[in-house]
């Protein structure tokens, strides 16, 4: 990475921008290289690209492509990614790639249908309809109720009486 691509990243002290780099959250924009919406944005002649938009369409599920591409490497985008002004424009980011790269899976899964290379999972995953099965959100819940130790204190004692 050259020099004046890492300054970029850098602000007073060389420490790492984090706000400073989207248009929304900079105070001036002189640092700002990437705008927060899902669209490329133009301020005061200034082209800043959407940092949604870009994340989405490289489908870097692991990230690491993606943070040394568009910012100062992996610890950085860590960092930003941590910040609280970020979270809710992250998880949105996630909402929408990990959407776009499950339509892809299920065209996929179709089209082997359609060329009759389908494997009997599949064919059972499209047929059950798992694609529409939402995981749970939350703390699991509880299916059995476990034994207590007084609950198994107690069957002992019943089953010596016997």
Do not use: C
Request: charged share 30%; hydrophobic share 30%.
């Amino acid at each position: 990475m050259s020099e004046e691509k890492k300054n970029k990243f850098k602000g007073s002290g060389h420490k790492w921008l984090t706000e400073g780099l989207f248009l929304e959250s900079s105070q001036p924009n002189e640092n700002a290289l990437y705008s927060l919406q899902p669209w490329d944005k133009r301020s005061n002649g200034t082209f800043y690209q959407s940092i949604h938009k870009l994340y989405v369409e490289m489908e870097d599920i692991a990230e690491w492509n993606f943070a040394n591409t568009y910012f100062d490497g992996y610890q950085h985008w860590l960092v930003i990614k941590g910040r609280p002004f970020f979270k809710e424009y992250y998880a949105k980011m996630v909402e929408e790639l990990n959407a776009k790269l499950s339509g892809k899976s299920l065209q996929t899964m179709l089209d082997q249908v359609a060329e009759g290379s389908a494997s009997q999972a599949t064919l059972k995953y499209l047929a059950d309809k798992d694609y529409l099965k939402k995981a749970p959100v939350g703390k699991p819940k509880r299916t059995k109720q476990s034994k207590t130790q007084g609950d198994v204190v107690s069957f002992d004692l019943e089953r010596m009486k016997r």
